[in-house]
């Protein structure tokens, strides 16, 4: 009988139990990246005197409750990951929208400020590659019938 060692890197191939958590646990990755960007989000409306209080507070109460969940993903509970990882999406797909529509209103649609735009969402775009990877590894739990704790 050969024990299964840990998988490395972080592209390894999901045909294990241990595999498809290890996966699954760096799909908690992106739910943090978007606590935090949350909890940035409320110090800049905070600063600003235009916004709404109430909205810095929702944007705090948001970061916090992503924050818990990706540590609570990081603890072998999975089984919300897909409905955080939709919101996750939702988020990086008007966040990314709204910055090409202001930036091309502002600085026009030349190729060098796309790049720019691009560039400064690398980030953005591993985390969502970590999101990917995480819900292949929860879809193999899923379909080998694995128990997951939310």
Avoid: C
Wanted: proline fraction near 5%; glycine fraction near 10%; charged fraction near 10%.
């Amino acid at each position: 009988m050969t024990q299964e060692t840990a998988p490395t890197g972080y592209w390894f191939p999901i045909t294990s139990e241990a595999s498809a958590r290890e996966a699954v646990k760096m799909g908690g990755l992106p739910l943090f990246i978007l606590g935090f960007s949350m909890l940035i989000l409320a110090i800049t409306i905070f600063s600003e005197t235009v916004w709404p209080i109430g909205l810095a507070f929702g944007s705090v109460a948001l970061g916090i409750a992503f924050i818990i969940f990706a540590f609570r993903i990081r603890q072998d509970r999975p089984a919300s990951l897909p409905y955080l990882i939709a919101i996750f999406l939702v988020y990086v797909i008007v966040e990314f929208v709204v910055v090409v529509v202001l930036s091309v209103g502002i600085f026009g649609a030349g190729l060098g400020n796309l790049m720019l735009i691009v560039a400064t969402h690398l980030v953005t775009f591993l985390a969502v590659a970590f999101a990917v990877r995480g819900l292949q590894g929860w879809r193999y739990l899923k379909r080998a019938g694995l128990p997951m704790r939310l």
